[in-house]
């Protein structure tokens, strides 16, 4: 049974950074190309930043110059390194493969707020 956990979130003020981590268990990580997913109250879950499985990153331009996903294979573990914050990142942020093949882990909410 594959699982996801996410940590990491927390309330940070606008221009704060955050790092959340994703570990897995119950799959062979290194074959997956990963991703972070968030979604806002009221909004769709979007995806915010991916990485292939040769370390390829893509990320959504909202977030682009400011995030950086990140992963080692070796703690099963995907990063999400997160920059100079604004208000709308306000969402949970969830992890899961770039097709969705994992059931969702608990997330992680990240608040951006003075």
């Known amino acids: 049974q594959v699982q996801l956990v996410e940590s990491g979130g927390g309330l940070v003020q606008p221009g704060g950074s955050l790092r959340l981590s994703c570990v897995t268990s119950?799959?062979?990580?290194?074959?997956?190309?990963m991703a972070w997913y968030r979604q806002a109250p009221g909004k769709r879950r979007e995806l915010v930043a991916a990485?292939?499985?040769?370390?390829?990153?893509n990320y959504v331009d909202s977030v682009k110059g400011r995030f950086t996903i990140s992963r080692d294979n070796a703690k099963k573990t995907v990063y999400l390194r997160m920059n100079s914050l604004k208000p709308e990142d306000t969402a949970v942020y969830s992890c899961?493969?770039?097709?969705?093949?994992?059931?969702w882990g608990q997330g992680t909410q990240v608040t951006v707020s003075s």
């Open positions: 899961n493969t770039r097709s969705l093949d994992w059931p």
């Open positions: 119950g799959t062979i990580f290194s074959i997956y190309d």
């Open positions: 990485i292939t499985n040769g370390g390829n990153t």
